[in-house]
């Protein structure tokens, strides 16, 4: 398991259905270093900071084994890393191998897996698509929230370490195959 990419953004404008919406939904790769620190990596940023962003929400991971699915789904070879709004794009770190409380470190940084994403219409506003939510739920590839547990610096390139496990935790794709997940975990 590893990160092919770490991504971030700030606030921006997207025109959607004839209006303004304020996001910062669009995340780009950076290079190098970057520093985790408390709930956010630096130079990243969440425009409406009541539903996004925050201790259960500091990082969003999504993994780059999901990317030729979307452009063959959706007919788009134009997809980076970024994308779905993910900070960090991995590979071999996917919904069924992640369970709710694994413990990994990433470069310096340590975290805690969390909960699937359940993404808010920006994620249609970015893709000019309205029926992206549905599409993405369907799909059962929504990537997942990690909470900060210890500061520190990671890169792309970083080896995603696996520290603690619980013996009964389920996987995110356990989470996401429940009927009503989302009441539970939102």
């Known amino acids: 398991m590893k990160v092919l990419s770490v991504n971030v953004g ?4 997207i025109r959607w259905q004839g209006r303004d919406i304020r ?3 669009r995340k780009n790769p950076v290079p190098g270093a970057i520093t985790f620190r408390g ?3 630096v130079g990243d940023d969440q425009s409406d900071r009541r539903v996004h962003g925050g201790p259960l929400k500091a990082v969003y991971t999504y993994p780059s084994e999901h990317y030729p699915f979307w452009a063959n789904e959706l007919n788009r070879n134009d997809l980076t890393f970024g994308a779905f709004g993910e900070n960090l794009t991995t590979q071999g770190w996917t919904e069924p191998e992640a369970r709710v409380g694994d413990l990994v470190r990433i470069g310096t940084a340590e975290f805690e897996v969390v909960r699937p994403r359940s993404p808010c219409y920006k994620l249609e506003a970015s893709f000019q ?17 990690l909470r900060g547990v210890r500061d520190g610096v990671l890169s792309a390139g970083d080896e995603i370490m696996l ?8 996987s995110i794709s356990d989470i996401l195959r429940s009927e009503n997940w989302r009441a539970e975990y939102l």
């Open 10 to 13: 700030g606030p921006g404008v």
């Open 23 to 25: 996001t910062s939904i």
């Open 129 to 145: 698509r309205s029926d992206m939510i549905r599409r993405f739920h369907e799909s059962k590839r929504s990537g997942f929230y």
């Open 39 to 41: 709930v956010n990596l």
């Open 163 to 170: 520290l603690a496990r619980k013996p009964s935790a389920l």
